[in-house]
Every structure is written in structure tokens, then in C-alpha cells.
Nanobody, 125 residues
Framework: VQLQASGGGFVQAGGSLRLSCATS????????MGWFRQAPGKEREFVAA????????HYRDSVKGRFTISRDRAKNTVYLQMNSLKPEDTAIYYC???????????????????WGQGTQVTVSS
């Protein structure tokens, strides 16, 4: 599966961005998809995931109520709508795909098989 992430940019605190992750090589609805982020000097951390079929979504606590993950089946694209952005959201954001995700591994990077190239999000205070 090939993943192409886009939509990052520079925004002031309180602003919004929408990240996109286009998939090819396999129908995205057959995949569980996740977003992770990595800030300088920090480990990659889980942000959000949508489980295969799109029935359930999951978020890290610090983004609940501000970020929304969704899927457009026709476009084979997964989105991360980010509202009320904060400076601590600044990071490179990566999308990832998994064919074998289970609930207990949703936030574990090694549970994902394929990764996009990352897109930079910078939030100024």
C-alpha cells in the first residue's frame, strides 16, 4: 500500500488544518488507518485511528474534541480535520495503514504496515 500525506502547513494557535492521506494499491476501506506525529526530539506518538470499515474511531486524549478522523471511500482517502490547534500540536504528521489492527494495538506504531512520507504542521502561539 502506498500512502501520500498532504495538507500540512503553518497556522496560528486556534486555527484549523485538514490533513489528507491518499492510499493506492489497496482499497482504503479494507485498511485500518492511523495518524501519528513526531515532534523534534520526541518519540512518534499516536494521534487518531479509524478501524477498517470506519465503524470506530480512536483518539489520544489531548486531541479529543479538536481532531476528527474520517474516510472517503470513493476517493480512497483518509482525513484528519484539526481544529483549535495549539503550539504543542506542532510536529510532522504521518499516516499509516494496517491490515491486522486490533483494539489493543491501535496506538502502537509497529502494528501498522505502511507509512506515508509525513507532512509538517507548525502552530504558532
Amino acid at each position: 500500500v502506498q500512502l501520500q500525506a498532504s495538507g500540512g502547513g503553518f497556522v496560528q494557535a486556534g486555527g484549523s488544518l485538514r490533513l489528507s492521506c491518499a492510499t493506492s494499491g489497496r482499497t482504503s476501506s479494507a485498511l485500518s488507518m492511523g495518524w501519528f506525529r513526531q515532534a523534534p526530539g520526541k518519540e512518534r506518538e499516536f494521534v487518531a485511528a479509524i478501524v477498517r470499515g470506519g465503524v470506530s474511531t480512536h483518539y489520544r486524549d489531548s486531541v479529543k474534541g479538536r481532531f476528527t478522523i474520517s474516510r472517503d471511500r470513493a476517493k480512497n482517502t483518509v482525513y484528519l480535520q484539526m481544529n483549535s490547534l495549539k503550539p504543542e500540536d506542532t510536529a510532522i504528521y504521518y499516516c499509516a495503514a494496517s491490515t491486522r489492527l486490533i483494539y489493543s494495538t491501535i496506538g502502537v506504531p509497529s502494528a501498522y504496515d505502511d507509512w506515508g512520507q509525513g507532512t509538517q504542521v507548525t502552530v504558532s502561539s
